[in-house]
């Protein structure tokens, strides 16, 4: 039986251009029965996808259809295809699909440019596979520059809010000119977010409970209407920044183009307020014990709690009754972390600012590097690519590997490009530190600072842990021993009888060197135990009159002291004797 194949990808043909896709259809078909085939034996594969947007799979999808038909045996022994670029865009596939049909004895013609694989006789046409591999080339070099030139226009139209596709944020709509406008209701929305939280008296939990209770977002669930206020609230977008929904650490710059409902300002403001959330504890105190959470036990390790209406440190934990008065500690704390602090301020005269910046300008060097080196391992791979599948100068299983390796390095320098960008987040996060603290005045008499909220933070900022000892000889002697962050040792000898700090002092625990002034008189022992001794005394009163020297007194106590010494014989001589 004489049976022929036509195969139709045209899949570069837009969907929407129904009537070119159909004249190609057309010409192919009258090109089989002018070579003699029968419209019964024609078997049409067509496929009206976008060239631009098809991935790898779906362009298989159809090559995959022609192999069953090959393979079935009904006795197809010719493809028909306009161009080359309709079988694949890739390479590869082009030269798999070509070295498939040779294999099966399958004729392959193409219209444009006029190619047979096989002659007459049934040997490989020789120019037909170098005009194939020829347009193989041209094909994936004309998609590559479509798909250039569509990125290009797409952005254009994104610059301009035209709506390009994708997610739509919430607060705007598409409008007749398919540009992206602010929605009125939810654009009110969006803009009352940002001025509540501004205030700073929401997180982005309690802002989400406000505004269900509005009546706004209550189709979502309590989490969900929470992760919807985060979005709003740190997403650049809505200032008029190219962004996206992807990531809202890391936006990306080619996402659609919203008009402003809010400035840049407005957005990274909610930003800090954001982040300072995440820091500070979630419950807010009016005491601060300088020694919360630094200050651990010498037995177990753990952290001592403070009691403040007996006005000590003491440990829940082990049980092992260790106290410490809090005044003591906190001055021996602020004693330490001051002049830390000002030595810390300090080096603001030594460049630590412009340290930072050059650090952050070197790792964006850095990055600029890896990319040209990105760049020049892609171009070494496309030549590998280029030898092997069109020059063929290269055995291609040997031009996998290679390009697998060249792969491996372009992941390796990714990873680098990851850890220079971190970097450059942590050297960011140390400058915005610098300006909040150095460039605010902060440092500033020091050593005047009352505030006990302004102490309790540069003592924790300074300070990494603290531990105390007792000496052994005089309970009221405790060495304390401070870790600032360098891991670096400062030891106070606490003097709790004289309310006195020294700062220098002998093993046996006699102060030498007495810091002036450093004991802090905050807080005073508001829990008093009850007093009994007029109710002891009342009691032995009260016993002496009932057991005076009376005749039954007496007889009383003779028989209590005989019980006694009986009691004392038998267990003498119960007890064994020593052989």
């Avoid at 197809?76 to 294999?103: G, Q």
């Avoid at 952290?303 to 003591?328: D, E, L, Q, R």
Wanted: glycine share 4%; hydrophobic share 35%.
């Amino acid at each position: 039986m004489f049976f022929g194949g036509c195969y139709f990808l045209c899949t570069f043909v837009p969907r929407i251009n129904n009537n070119k896709f159909t004249e190609q259809e057309r010409e192919i078909y009258q090109m089989a029965i002018s070579d003699g085939y029968k419209p019964e034996d024609i078997i049409p594969i067509c496929e009206k996808e976008s060239g631009i947007k098809l991935e790898e799979e779906e362009e298989r999808a159809g090559l995959n259809q022609m192999k069953q038909y090959i393979e079935s045996g009904i006795g197809v022994d010719c493809v028909y295809c306009w161009e080359v670029s309709r079988i694949a865009r890739r390479k590869k596939i082009n030269f798999s699909v070509l070295e498939y049909l040779t294999s099966h004895k399958v004729q392959l013609i193409i219209k444009n440019p006029s190619i047979r694989l096989f002659n007459d006789d049934g040997s490989i046409n020789e120019g037909a596979e170098v005009v194939f591999t020829l347009f193989s080339q041209m094909a994936k070099s004309e998609m590559r520059t479509k798909k250039e030139r569509f990125k290009r226009s797409k952005d254009a139209r994104r610059k301009q809010s035209y709506y390009t596709g994708g997610f739509i944020l919430y607060g705007y709509t598409v409008d007749e000119e398919k540009r992206l406008v602010p929605k009125d209701d939810e654009a009110e929305v969006v803009k009352m977010l940002y001025t509540m939280y501004l205030t700073g008296k929401y997180s982005f939990r309690s802002l989400a409970k406000e505004i269900r209770e509005m009546g706004i977002f209550t189709d979502k669930s309590a989490y969900a209407a929470e992760v919807a206020v985060n979005h709003i609230l740190t997403n650049t977008a809505y200032a008029g920044v190219p962004s996206s929904e992807g990531s809202r650490m890391n936006l990306k710059t080619e996402g659609n183009v919203y008009p402003a409902l809010v400035t840049v300002e407005i957005v990274e403001k909610c930003k800090e307020i954001a982040q300072k959330n995440i820091i500070a504890p979630k419950k807010k105190y009016s005491t601060y014990y300088f020694g919360k959470g630094i200050l651990r036990c010498p037995d177990c390790g753990k952290v001592m709690m403070a009691v403040k209406s007996h006005n000590f440190y003491h440990c829940v934990k082990c049980g092992c009754k260790t106290t410490i008065n809090i005044n003591m500690v906190d001055s021996a704390l602020w004693l330490c972390a001051s002049p830390l602090y000002v030595a810390k301020m300090d080096k603001k005269a030594e460049g630590q600012k412009e340290y930072y910046e050059a650090q952050i300008v070197l790792l964006n060097q850095k990055i600029e590097v890896a990319k040209t080196e990105i760049a020049s391992i892609q171009k070494r791979a496309e030549k590998v690519e280029y030898k092997a599948y069109v020059e063929g100068t290269i055995d291609t299983a040997k031009a996998d590997r290679f390009i697998a390796d060249l792969n491996k390095k372009i992941e390796a320098q990714n990873t680098q490009i990851a850890s220079f960008t971190s970097q450059i987040m942590d050297f960011k996060n140390l400058l915005f530190q610098y300006k909040d603290e150095y460039e605010n005045g902060t440092s500033d008499n020091v050593a005047e600072i009352t505030d006990d909220k302004v102490r309790f933070e540069i003592i924790h900022q300074m300070i990494k842990w603290a531990t105390i000892d007792r000496m052994e000889d005089n309970k009221m002697l405790t060495v304390i021993t401070i870790y600032d962050y360098m891991d670096n040792k400062h030891k106070y000898l606490l003097d709790s009888r004289n309310h006195k700090i020294y700062t220098d002092f002998t093993p046996n625990g006699v102060g030498l060197v007495e810091a002036e002034g450093a004991y802090i008189q905050r807080f005073v022992a508001t829990y008093q135990t009850t007093d009994r001794r007029e109710a002891y005394l009342a009691y032995q009163k009260q016993y002496r009159e009932a057991h005076k020297d009376t005749d039954k007194a007496k007889a009383s106590n003779a028989e209590r002291k005989r019980k006694y010494r009986e009691r004392k014989k038998a267990e003498a001589q119960n007890t064994p004797t020593e052989s």
